[in-house]
């Protein structure tokens, strides 16, 4: 996928791109290590065992894509259906110097209008509620907060994001009417 700004570039992730995700979760962990203490570690493992069954990123049943600048990486991220209507966007992470310089915003607004094309209506997402600086990113992008306690994400979004929970996450969507 390309977008509006011909430099940036989304492009599905292959098996050769493990040591990529990787470095980018990697790089993740200081800032959020004081509120999901071992999240990231624990993504960590899991894409070395996907990578040990030479298995690519669409393991995890997500589609994930790689963000290129003028094919230099800058982020990744990574996109799966909840169900027929709702995407998930699971995974929203730029390396730290890339950060703050529009990479995100340009990347959230051709995910949504490629999810809008192919048929979904929402896009949702959990964030922690002490990831200020994420929360109020995707406000400013539109995003509403849906639903804090557990019980209500899961009857929001179906039982399909259960498996995903952790304390303090809140879900948030946004309307993919009229995209595309």
Known sequence: MKTKDSRLKLRP???EDHALIYSIFEAMIPQYQGIMPGSFEANLENLRRIHERNLDFSATGLTG??????RTPVGF??????????????????FPQYQKQGYGSQTLRELENHYARLGFIEMLLLVHQKAHWAR????KMGYKQIAESTHAIVQYAG??????????????????????
């Open 136 to 139: 109020n990113f995707y406000r």
């Open 13 to 15: 992730a292959h098996f």
């Open 77 to 94: 991220t990574a996109v799966g259906p909840l169900n027929a209507r709702q995407a998930y966007l699971s995974a929203f992470y730029f």
């Open 65 to 70: 894509y790689v963000v290129e600048d003028s």
């Open 159 to 180: 039982p399909g994001i259960e498996h995903l929970l952790e304390p303090q996450l809140l879900l948030m969507g946004a309307s993919l009417k009229g995209k595309s």
